[in-house]
């Protein structure tokens, strides 16, 4: 008995995400519409609506639909919506929260290779608003926007750092676009800050103030945390590990170095070493393969596991984190890549005569930077709103 009643409250709760997540990335619908998309029966579609308009997590109102009555449903909103936007080589990530970190919508748009900020942007943009519209928010819940990109980015000027990274947004300045559309807050980082930013509040490693978070989407990136606030250096380059060098007679990197470990690890150098055997792949595909029990990607995938270990073991010598978090595509194949980053990173650390360092997989391994960029969003929304409060 107690094993249907598990199988029966698992099924619940399957059915409960399923409704959820069609909502997040779809955004306002009718139940009778959630009921052909999620093809849960309408008794079940209202029952567990119900349950959650009770939990605060969905909302309800009337509408006409077809000529008919209807009932809207839509994801709860606390005091406003923070956006995160997370900006790639290949595509464009949108995720909006509000004040309780909810998901409320989530979106993704690929994106051509060189793509120029002025277009991007303006795609964004329209993203923005259409998602505002499809889950029958106004403009005014919009408080602040958020912007991750993967590029290092100098923390005085608020632009790409390096010339060379995304070569056609150097010295484009983001926040001031899109802070002339949406007259709201808008903040920028890159995206292992804005991933351990949401790792330390809402995420696998609330509990410590020390702790060094490892980025693997498209190469490697870090964020040091440190006595709980991020460490950026003096321009804002702390943690940069892909462009520490790994090889003096190396090829030359993107950021105009020698041999620097993203020129081992990046996207086309991982998968043209599959090409002979496994013709053209994505890292995407190479993790899926993996999982699957591919030989060769899970070999490929260990390999730069190891690479990224060895280079982290040195961050780690010089920082002393208590935690080492790693996220990102590649840490999707799971033990393939944690257990040989882990026994990397141990075999050259100091013995155990002193604590060691434990390496604790992101809670979040999809959308952790749009994520994080949403919440410094609403902090610098608050710090606005803290200032003018004190001069009322």
């Given at each position: 008995m107690?094993?249907?009643?598990g199988?029966?409250?698992?099924?619940?709760?399957?059915?409960r995400?399923a409704?959820?997540?069609?909502i997040?990335?779809?955004?306002?619908?009718t139940?009778?519409?959630?009921a052909?998309?999620?093809?849960?029966?309408?008794?079940?579609?209202?029952?567990?609506?119900r349950?959650l308009?009770?939990?605060?997590?969905?909302?309800?109102?009337?509408?006409?639909?077809?000529?008919?009555?209807?009932?809207?449903?839509?994801l709860?909103r606390r005091?406003?919506?923070?956006?995160?936007?997370?900006?790639?080589?290949?595509?464009?990530?949108?995720i909006?929260?509000?004040?309780?970190?909810?998901?409320?919508?989530e979106?993704?748009l690929?994106?051509?290779?060189?793509?120029?900020?002025?277009?991007?942007?303006?795609r964004?943009?329209?993203?923005?608003?259409?998602t505002?519209?499809?889950?029958?928010a106004?403009?005014?819940?919009?408080?602040?926007?958020g912007?991750?990109i993967?590029?290092?980015?100098?923390?005085?000027?608020?632009?790409?750092?390096?010339?060379?990274?995304?070569p056609?947004?150097?010295?484009?300045?983001?926040?001031?676009?899109l802070?002339?559309?949406?007259n709201?807050?808008?903040?920028?980082?890159?995206?292992?800050?804005c991933?351990a930013?949401?790792?330390s509040?809402?995420?696998s490693?609330?509990?410590?103030t020390d702790?060094?978070?490892?980025?693997?989407?498209d190469?490697?990136?870090?964020s040091?945390m440190?006595?709980g606030k991020i460490?950026r250096?003096?321009?804002?380059?702390a943690?940069?590990?892909g462009?520490?060098?790994?090889?003096?007679l190396?090829?030359?990197?993107?950021?105009?170095?020698?041999?620097?470990?993203?020129?081992?690890?990046?996207?086309?150098r991982?998968?043209?070493l599959?090409?002979?055997?496994?013709?053209?792949l994505?890292?995407?595909?190479?993790?899926r393969?993996?999982?699957?029990?591919d030989?060769g990607?899970r070999?490929?995938i260990?390999d730069?596991?190891?690479?990224?270990g060895?280079?982290?073991?040195e961050?780690?010598?010089s920082?002393d984190?208590?935690?080492v978090?790693?996220g990102g595509?590649?840490?999707?194949?799971g033990?393939?890549?944690?257990d040989?980053?882990?026994?990397?990173?141990?075999r050259?650390?100091?013995?155990?005569?002193?604590?060691?360092?434990?390496?604790?997989?992101?809670?979040?391994?999809t959308?952790c930077s749009?994520?994080?960029?949403?919440?410094?969003g609403?902090?610098?929304?608050?710090?606005?709103h803290?200032?003018?409060?004190?001069h009322?």
């Amino acid at each position: 008995m107690s094993h249907l009643f598990g199988s029966q409250t698992s099924l619940r709760e399957a059915n409960r995400s399923a409704l959820l997540s069609y909502i997040r990335r779809f955004g306002a619908i009718t139940q009778i519409e959630l009921a052909e998309a999620t093809g849960l029966s309408t008794a079940t579609v209202s029952t567990l609506v119900r349950q959650l308009v009770k939990e605060g997590r969905l909302y309800t109102e009337n509408t006409i639909h077809n000529g008919r009555r209807a009932t809207l449903v839509a994801l709860a909103r606390r005091k406003g919506i923070s956006a995160g936007l997370k900006i790639s080589r290949h595509s464009l990530d949108l995720i909006f929260i509000d004040y309780e970190l909810n998901i409320i919508a989530e979106r993704t748009l690929l994106l051509p290779k060189q793509h120029i900020p002025d277009v991007t942007l303006e795609r964004a943009t329209l993203l923005i608003n259409e998602t505002l519209s499809n889950i029958n928010a106004s403009a005014k819940e919009l408080i602040a926007i958020g912007v991750s990109i993967t590029a290092p980015i100098d923390k005085r000027t608020k632009t790409i750092a390096i010339p060379g990274i995304m070569p056609h947004w150097n010295n484009f300045d983001i926040i001031s676009y899109l802070q002339s559309i949406f007259n709201i807050p808008v903040t920028l980082d890159n995206d292992a800050n804005c991933c351990a930013v949401w790792e330390s509040r809402a995420g696998s490693v609330t509990k410590t103030t020390d702790f060094i978070y490892i980025n693997t989407d498209d190469g490697a990136g870090a964020s040091i945390m440190a006595d709980g606030k991020i460490w950026r250096g003096v321009t804002g380059m702390a943690g940069e590990i892909g462009h520490i060098q790994v090889d003096p007679l190396g090829s030359i990197c993107a950021c105009g170095n020698r041999g620097c470990l993203n020129t081992f690890i990046n996207e086309e150098r991982i998968t043209s070493l599959l090409r002979v055997t496994h013709g053209d792949l994505t890292v995407e595909d190479l993790v899926r393969l993996a999982n699957e029990g591919d030989p060769g990607c899970r070999r490929i995938i260990a390999d730069t596991a190891i690479r990224i270990g060895t280079v982290a073991a040195e961050l780690c010598t010089s920082v002393d984190p208590e935690i080492v978090v790693i996220g990102g595509l590649l840490v999707q194949s799971g033990s393939v890549f944690v257990d040989a980053f882990r026994e990397s990173l141990h075999r050259l650390l100091f013995p155990d005569v002193l604590t060691p360092i434990q390496v604790v997989v992101a809670s979040n391994l999809t959308n952790c930077s749009a994520l994080g960029a949403a919440l410094e969003g609403i902090d610098a929304a608050e710090k606005i709103h803290h200032k003018t409060s004190q001069h009322l």
